[in-house]
Structures are given as structure tokens and as C-alpha cells.
Nanobody, 127 residues
């Protein structure tokens, strides 16, 4: 059983930074695709970033247009942790942020691509 636990959310002013962490527990060795999603009240869940490994040391990343140049996804295999570094935060980034994982196959910014989900961590950006 795989369990994902997010942390690092909080309240910041516009222009600030936060780093979200997603600790991965359980049968994790073959989780090749990890992603970050967010959902604001009254809106659909949207993909923010994802990182994919084909099994070697090369990782492939992809980002939503709204966060390109501001957010960076990375992972530390030794720590079984995936990070989302968020800079130049805007009020429209306010949402619950979720970590998600998949064994592979389709690995995009779509929620249906992912099997495992964390409980979320709240990010609030004030103007």
C-alpha cells in the first residue's frame, strides 16, 4: 500500500515562496510518475507539475502554463520525497495542493493518470 503525505503549505504574501514536500511511504520502488495538483474552492482540480522517470537517472518534468518559470518539481529518491518549490506566488495560486503518484503508463497533468493521492496541504497567498 502506498501512502503520500504532503507538508509545507501555509500563508504567504504575494511574491513570496513556499516549498511543498510529499513523503512517499509503502511499496514505492516502481512509482515512476509523481505529480502536484491543486484545487481552489468552486474549481476543478488542475495539474500543476509532474516528474517522470523511465528508471534511470534522467527525469522529465512538465508544468502547467500558469506556473512555468515560477514552480519547480523535483524528487529525492534517497528520501522518498517529492518537492514543489513555488516562487513569485500570486493570489490565484491559493488552493489545496495535492501530491499524486502513478506506476507509469500515461503520465501527464491529468488527475486520471494517477492512482495514489495525498490528503492535501493548503496554500494561501494574500495580496
Amino acid at each position: 500500500q502506498v501512502q503520500l503525505v504532503e507538508s509545507g503549505g501555509g500563508s504567504v504574501q504575494a511574491g513570496g515562496s513556499l516549498r511543498l514536500s510529499c513523503a512517499v511511504f509503502g511499496y514505492t520502488y516502481s512509482l515512476k510518475c509523481m505529480g502536484w495538483f491543486r484545487q481552489a474552492p468552486g474549481k476543478e482540480r488542475e495539474g500543476v507539475a509532474r516528474i517522470y522517470s523511465s528508471g534511470g537517472s534522467t527525469y522529465y518534468t512538465d508544468y502547467a502554463d500558469s506556473v512555468k518559470g515560477r514552480f519547480t518539481i523535483s524528487q529525492d529518491n534517497a528520501e522518498n520525497t517529492v518537492y514543489l518549490q513555488m516562487t513569485s506566488l500570486k493570489p490565484e495560486d491559493t488552493a489545496m495542493y495535492y501530491c499524486a503518484g502513478s506506476y507509469g503508463g500515461s503520465c501527464g497533468l491529468y488527475a486520471l493518470d494517477y492512482t495514489y493521492w495525498g490528503q492535501g496541504t493548503q496554500v494561501t497567498v494574500s495580496s
